[in-house]
């Protein structure tokens, strides 16, 4: 993504009744966002629970209550053990009562599971309007809401999975509300957070898994292009000598909306069980029937719902064009560092996955244009709907467009087929300038680093992104700006081609990519290490997207600028040729598999027999 300001986005309004048929995981906990990779559990557990009181026979410590009269023993409900309990509501007008307690989760088990029992009576006689709501939370995210409409004889247990949360200290709440009028009790005791469970170790080997994925997606939209709802599947194998025994989809853009209105929707899983949804709802585990060994292969499956929100953004709708990029449900990776679980980031990208084969199938108008990662071909559908089935091999990510394009079509001189489409607005000069720019950029790149091999190349042309551009495989957004496409076509290379961590190690596609995009323009570098000058000593070029997002009026200057720069200097130190040399050998060595720092500078080491230390050292690059 080529950087610019940052600035907030309204999502818009979620469009949720069209997805209502979609269910979610049964116990749908949620996580707080991840700074770092999610580590497995060690294998010893001792099995503990951490609730205090949660029986209320101790008086009102450690919780926290709105009001001295929601634990009690007064008449009126009954405890379901002993002779206290708390009750929430039961007021009949309207008003909201509050339990809470800081808990702190214990790491080292397989399992943590918060249980309570809850009755609840109503004098609501609605049997579909939920008026009075309980909801139950860990953190700021919500576990499970209970209403009304729940009303029993006696208390019913509640068990939710909240493993999720190991290692962390979180604040449990329950919050009642009622309406205008018609009571709604909710009477809560025995509330519990235990964990069990022996785990397995994390891997001590680096392999990357689950490996060679294979993606199979048929969608059909609205007719707006905004709504689309289908059926994903995906089929992989286990390459670590570690069993695998669950797998995480990220459902990365379920950041544009709430855990309770989600832009992303999986229901109806096979091949595996859903459990929990965690770091903001954009990672959802499925637990696989049985362990798969290492060269095992499986296939899980689900419903997809997928509602674009407002906004020119990389997901977003720009009034009738839509961009849909991170859409699809993807493989977490594990490594030797556990499952990388780490946050969506708004400021760069936080996206990490293996090449993989996709096979997409997008039923929709024939009034609108669908752009799309890999080779499309496109055939009648029902009436007044076309079918675009795009195929894409060796990728890392998909990503479409939806709407009433321009499009114009050219080739570039090594033979890749290049399409521009430009919403309205979009001059057809400016359009053919941009088509001019993408033939030279992709012949360019190729030239240094390798040939292109995804085929045709898209380009989607808004003025109005507030991101400037972003890359995916053989697509790209971006604005009339000939630096800005150079940039997102360097990325089919650096980050398509040749991947990375781009949470952990965002330098490694921007810097590398910036770097490329200055030759590709004939841009020197001449002297702009020069110009550097450090905010503090633990600003580095190779600093996480966590580091940069808690300094991110810096992200920019350091990671494209600086990083760029470095490469600069490596190319005077070592010599053009050299240079040259080295990263035309590296992109092969890492052609559709994963770079890291470590890599690159033992590569850039064996280039010359001058030591690189201070180098490095000077450049702040480490890792």
């Known amino acids: 993504m080529r950087s610019t300001p940052h600035r907030a986005l309204g999502a818009g309004a979620i469009v949720a009744a069209a997805l209502a048929a979609l269910c979610l995981p049964t116990t749908p906990a949620a996580a707080a966002a991840q700074p770092t990779a999610q580590h497995s559990a060690a294998a010893t557990c001792t099995p503990t629970q951490v609730v205090a009181n949660g029986g209320f026979e101790s008086g009102t410590s450690p919780w926290s209550q709105s009001s001295s009269t929601v634990i009690t023993s007064r008449s ?28 702190a989760v214990p790491s080292g088990c397989a399992t943590a599971t918060l249980t309570f029992w809850l009755h609840i009576d109503t004098d609501e006689t609605t049997s579909s309007v ?62 519990a957070l235990s964990t069990s469970g022996g785990t397995t170790p994390p891997p001590t080997d680096a392999t990357r898994t689950p490996a060679a994925p294979s993606y199979t997606v048929n969608l059909s939209s609205d007719t707006s292009g905004t709504v689309w709802s289908g059926h994903e599947s995906v089929s992989f194998t286990n390459a670590s000598p570690t069993a695998l025994s669950e797998v995480y989809l990220r459902l990365w853009d379920n950041y544009h909306g709430t855990c309770d209105a989600m832009p992303i929707r999986v229901g109806n899983v096979t091949g595996g069980a859903a459990g929990a949804l965690s770091v903001n709802c954009t990672a959802l585990r499925i637990d696989l029937p049985s362990p798969l060994s290492q060269g095992q292969s499986t296939t899980i499956g689900f419903d997809l719902g997928i509602t674009v929100p407002s906004g020119a953004d990389r997901f977003g709708h720009d009034g009738a064009f839509s961009f849909i990029g991170n859409a699809l449900p993807l493989l977490a ?23 993989a084969d996709f096979k997409v199938t997008l039923d929709h108008p024939s009034s609108l244009l669908v752009p799309a990662t890999g080779t499309s071909t496109d055939t009648p559908g029902s009436s007044g709907r076309t079918v675009t089935t795009a195929t894409a091999a060796k990728v890392r ?45 992709v012949d360019a790149h190729a030239s240094r680093f390798g040939a292109y091999p995804y085929g045709e190349l898209d380009a989607v042309i808004d003025n109005n992104y507030w991101f400037g551009g972003m890359e995916y495989p053989g697509f790209v957004l971006d604005l009339v700006s000939t630096t800005a496409l150079t940039h997102e076509i360097g990325h089919q290379w650096w980050y398509g081609i040749v991947g990375d ?30 110009g550097v000058s450090w905010a503090s000593s633990a600003e580095k070029i190779t600093n996480s997207m966590a580091y940069w997002d808690a300094h991110s009026s810096r992200y920019s200057t350091v990671v494209y600028g600086y990083g760029k720069c470095a490469l600069h200097d490596l190319r005077r130190v070592l010599g053009d040729t050299a240079m040259a040399k080295l990263l035309k050998d590296y992109a092969a060595a890492h052609w559709y598999g994963v770079s890291t720092t470590a890599e690159f500078k033992a590569a850039a080491q064996a280039a010359t027999s001058t030591d690189l230390t201070s180098f490095w050292s000077q450049h702040r690059i480490e890792g």
């Not at 379901?80 to 009949?92: N, P, R």
């Not at 990776?333 to 090449?355: C, K, M, V």
């Not at 499009?407 to 979009?426: E, L, R, W």
């Not at 057809?428 to 001019?436: D, E, I, R, W, Y």
């Open 333 to 355: 990776i594990r490594d030797g560092a556990g499952w990388h679980l780490d946050p969506y980031t708004n400021n760069g990208e936080s996206f990490y996955s293996l090449a």
């Open 501 to 530: 961590d781009e949470y952990n190690s965002p330098w490694l596609d921007e810097a590398f990519t910036d770097y490329a995009t200055d030759l590709a323009l004939g841009k020197t570098g001449s002297n702009c290490w020069s």
């Open 76 to 103: 009126g409900q009954s405890a379901h053990s002993g002779s206290s309990y708390a009750w929430l509501d039961g007021v009949g007008s309207t008003h909201t009562d509050t339990l809470s307690q800081s808990v």
């Open 397 to 441: 990510d998909f990503a479409w467009a939806a709407g009433p394009f321009t499009k114009i079509s050219g080739t570039s001189t090594a033979g890749v087929p290049i399409s521009v489409y430009s919403v309205s607005g979009i001059s057809s000069s400016s359009a053919q300038s941009m088509l001019s720019t993408a033939k030279s950029a």
């Open 130 to 191: 939920a008026y009075d709501k309980l909801t139950a939370k860990i953190g700021a995210t919500t576990l499970a809401t209970y209403s009304n409409l729940d009303d029993a004889t006696g208390y019913v247990q509640k068990s939710l999975d909240v493993s999720a949360y190991a290692g962390q200290s979180v604040t449990l709440s329950f919050t009642g509300t009622e309406d205008s009028s018609l009571q709604t009790s909710f009477v809560l005791d025995d509330i």
